[in-house]
């Protein structure tokens, strides 16, 4: 699948079928991932996963109610977190950009839609949610306290197809000069 049409086709995916992703491609989704440029290589991002609708179901009451609909049949759901006070930072622990550690989201953001565009490549569907209890979380995954939990990912085989919502023009978003 070309790019452009990774693009344009990829959309967030509210309601899976109840069909198992193999170890194999969720493995591929975390290898893209693992491609996405980081901070001075800092690659400071974790991942966290279910890989079997039993454990997505464990997983649900992290969740507020309706995002817990939304995935109901999702087989595999991916925890980001980001390893704390290393991206944008100097070696003395001094920020090195106006951002502070800001990066990290930036760095962790860019991993995340590497993973979504793979998973559209290998006709999987994704939802990223940004909603969620992180303490809940952090206990059912047991994430140290050196990270901080970022995103949610839900991935499974669509049982729709969206339309694409309205995006804003070229024109509407750039200055040039």
């Not at 690659?43 to 992290?62: A, G, N």
């Not at 550690?101 to 940004?130: P, R, S, V």
């Not at 992180?134 to 085989?157: L, M, N």
């Amino acid at each position: 699948m070309e790019l452009q049409q990774c693009l344009t086709k990829r959309r967030s995916i509210r309601k899976y079928k109840e069909q198992p992703v193999t170890q194999e491609l969720i493995q591929e989704l975390i290898r893209a991932a693992i491609m996405a440029p980081s901070w001075k290589n800092s690659q400071v991002s974790r991942y966290y996963i279910t890989d079997t609708l039993e454990k997505t179901k464990k997983f649900l009451p992290c969740l507020p109610e309706f995002n817990q609909n939304n995935i109901k049949n999702a087989p595999v759901v991916i925890v980001s977190t980001v390893v704390k006070n290393r991206s944008g930072f100097e070696k003395d622990g001094n920020y090195s950009s106006h951002l502070q550690n800001g990066w990290q989201y930036f760095d962790n953001g860019l991993q995340i839609q590497n993973i979504c565009l793979k998973a559209q490549e290998l006709g999987l569907g994704t939802l990223i949610m940004g909603i969620y209890d992180h303490e809940k979380i952090r206990e059912f995954f047991q994430i140290p306290d050196t990270e901080e939990i970022v995103a949610v990912v839900s991935v499974g085989y669509a049982d729709i197809e969206p339309e694409m919502p309205k995006r804003k023009t070229v024109e509407e978003i750039c200055t040039f000069i």
